[in-house]
């Protein structure tokens, strides 16, 4: 059966276990081009396990993944780490540099493995860093940087190749509330300007309203809302809110940030 | 109880590094106790048997060596946060290390002591000091060692330096200052927390504390290209000395090996063995530097960087198997051209042949950790779909590169060692 030609990332019926434990059962979701989705859950529900799912790094012990009404499921390793390197990007919780390259290496890396030149890598790469503010960092190591422009250098590194999906796994987790509103505006921005397609999973969303307006969460940046419970989707009432929001205010507001 | 467990459920090369100490332990046990009877035999000869000592504190160092590696290596770092959450952190991980190395030596001590003692244990806890049933076990064996009586608590002393030293290196190695690899400071939540954490001073000290290695590589490979020359040209002018003074008998080939021991030639040979161990963290920084110069492509990059992070923790082991290196190529050199070649006693041998397993074996437990240390790079690989070949290029190249450098190393150091006349 092939994917809807509208979704550019959709799955269908995903199980997964970890050595007998299952951590997914009969997962489905679908998503739309340029959309950002936001993926949330307590800690255990699966979220991470489902971006590992989607984007190719374990296959799924049943169910489908197509992307660009493409199977994913059913190619081979060699396969999908050729689809990662080209179409997708990965943010983890923790930014994961490598400590001996400087930052704007780490964020050239991508391009360096798709075999660019180490000039028009380096380029891309200090343009990328410039757009999120940690330009004058670009010739540091890691070790000498603060956490939050690590996280920063990790959102150029998943960006500098401009990939049809973004994989942002808990983005924010390590940091305080105002750097996680700063990576968040970033990331968002540069995924709307860009088109990218996003998905974002964290376990602390707070789903009332008043913590929607601040974008400190990452709700209030996302056209949807996806939350996972025990490896299941679960249809919260507020669901249907955030996505008739998205077009308000703190949207637009994200919209219209200048990367 | 908890040594013994974690003893039996190590890893083979933990199990491995545990056997070569137990025997480099017997095997320094018995060359210690070879001095002793020699001091007994010889007692007008006071010098003669304080250069044999000496030339025991070799084998001692590089057990120790071995022992801080393994206190290093072992436990796991993946069992090290467990432990540390069941009480065993920091300040108690060294004891336990200095348990778990003290247990070999413990061993291969007793074993000493069962073979020289020949089963008449009970005469160890007599009333005079010396018994007559703790000698070298020479006739037993069929080996020309020394049948002289030993005195039980001389035995038991020197016996026990060989725990005693390992169980301090180990200590020494586990402790939570020891030379970590920088590896993965940022991927590390553990570390990346702390360091965030801290105010902007720390930080910087922080990063401060890193960079300074490469000047402390410089300066090792400094001293160390010093210190091998200067052995080298020691050991090159000290044959001409020994003609001078006419000490070189060589009719006599126990003698021979008596009058090289405390002839410069053998002090240089040691110096310029010194200075190759200091010159491996530098060596092996500065390839890596090279490595990684000039726009290198992603494989060369990595490849590079990681040798240079990784200096600290290999250069001193590999520096340490290419002066064994040399000074085997140095023994195949005087056997294929020396008509009087070398002939040590069974224990010099034995004891020679265990130093190298010994410094071998800490080239391996370092080869793990950097091993270990390289894992968080295989993970971020893997999660922005690297190919697998780049990470295998990536290890091949960095091997190559090291087994070049250091191999031209021994080589060069061996053909330019000068052997004894004939």
């Known amino acids: 059966m092939a994917a809807p030609p509208d979704d550019v990332l959709w799955a269908r019926g995903v199980h997964y276990a970890y050595d007998g434990s299952p951590a997914l059962q009969g997962v489905s979701i679908g998503v739309r081009e340029g959309e950002i989705v936001a993926l949330t859950g307590p800690r255990g529900s699966g979220k991470t396990t489902l971006l590992r799912c989607l984007s190719g790094q374990v296959l799924p012990e049943q169910g489908e993944v197509w992307f660009n009404s493409a199977p994913v499921h059913t190619l081979g390793r060699a396969a999908r780490e050729r689809l990662r390197l080209h179409r997708f990007g990965w943010i983890d919780s923790s930014p994961r540099l490598v400590p001996e390259l400087t930052a704007w290496e780490n964020a050239a890396l991508p391009l360096l493995l798709h075999g660019s030149g180490y000039r028009a890598a380096r380029r891309a790469a200090r343009s990328w860093l410039d757009r999120l503010d940690v330009g004058d960092c670009a010739s540091k190591r890691p070790d000498a940087l603060r956490q939050a422009q690590r996280q920063r250098v990790a959102v150029a590194r998943a960006l500098v190749h401009s990939p049809t999906v973004l994989f942002a796994d808990e983005p924010t987790a390590p940091l305080h509330q105002s750097d996680r509103a700063q990576v968040l505006r970033a990331l968002s921005a540069a995924a709307r300007s860009h088109g990218i397609t996003v998905l974002l999973a964290s376990h602390d969303f707070t789903l009332d309203q008043a913590a929607r307006t601040s974008d400190a969460t990452g709700a209030a940046l996302a056209d949807r809302i996806v939350t996972l419970t025990d490896g299941r989707r679960s249809r919260t009432p507020a669901h249907s809110g955030a996505a008739a929001r998205s077009a308000g205010p703190e949207g637009a507001a994200a919209c219209s940030l200048s990367v | 109880m908890l040594t013994l467990r974690l003893t039996l459920t190590a890893p083979p090369l933990a199990l491995l590094l545990r056997l070569l100490l137990l025997c480099a332990s017997a095997g320094i046990g018995l060359l210690l106790l070879a001095t002793l009877s ?270 240079v992070r990784e200096a600290p923790l290999l250069g001193r082991s590999l520096g340490a198997l290419s002066a064994v290196a040399a000074a085997l190529l140095a023994l195949a050199r005087a056997r294929l051209t020396g008509d009087a070649p070398l002939a040590p006693g069974p224990l010099v041998g034995a004891t020679a042949t265990l130093t190298g397993c010994c410094v071998a074996g800490a080239v391996l437990a370092a080869l793990t950790r950097a091993r270990h240390a390289r894992a968080p790079l295989g993970e971020l690989l893997d999660r922005i779909g690297a190919p697998r070949r780049l990470g295998r290029a990536v290890t091949l190249l960095r091997a190559g590169v090291l087994w070049a450098v250091f191999t031209a190393l021994a080589t060069t150091a061996g053909m330019l060692t000068p052997l004894p006349p004939h």
């Open chain 2, 38 to 307: 020699y001091a007994l035999e010889h007692p007008g000869h006071r010098a003669a048997a304080l250069v044999r000592l000496l030339w025991c504190l070799v084998p001692l160092a590089v057990a120790a060596q071995l022992a801080a590696a393994l206190g290093r290596t072992e436990p796991r770092p993946e069992a090290r946060s467990g432990l540390d959450a069941a009480g065993l952190g920091p300040a108690r991980l060294p004891l336990l290390a200095a348990r778990t190395a003290a247990a070999p030596g413990l061993a291969g001590s007793a074993l000493v002591l069962l073979v020289t003692a020949r089963g008449d244990i009970g005469g160890l806890f007599g009333t005079d000091g010396s018994v007559h049933g703790l000698t070298l076990p020479g006739a037993a064996t069929g080996l020309p060692l020394p049948e002289q009586p030993l005195p039980a608590p001389a035995v038991v002393t020197l016996l026990s330096t060989v725990p005693l030293l390992t169980a301090l290196a180990a200590a020494w190695g586990a402790r939570s200052s020891a030379p970590a690899p920088a590896a993965g400071a940022a991927a590390e939540p553990g570390t990346s927390a702390r360091s965030h954490r801290g105010p902007a001073g720390s930080e910087q000290t922080l990063a401060g504390r890193r960079d300074d290695s490469g000047p402390s590589c410089r300066a090792g490979l400094l001293w160390g290209a010093v210190l091998t020359s200067g052995g080298l040209l020691l050991a090159a002018y000290a044959p001409q000395m020994a003609t001078v003074t006419g000490t070189a008998r060589l009719e006599d080939r126990a003698v021979r090996i008596e009058d090289l021991a405390t002839s410069p030639l053998a002090a240089g040979w040691l110096l310029a063995a010194f200075g190759l161990m200091l010159t491996g963290p530098g060596l092996a920084a500065l390839s890596g530097r090279l490595l990684g110069a000039l726009r290198p492509g992603p494989v060369r990059l990595l490849a590079g960087r990681t040798l």
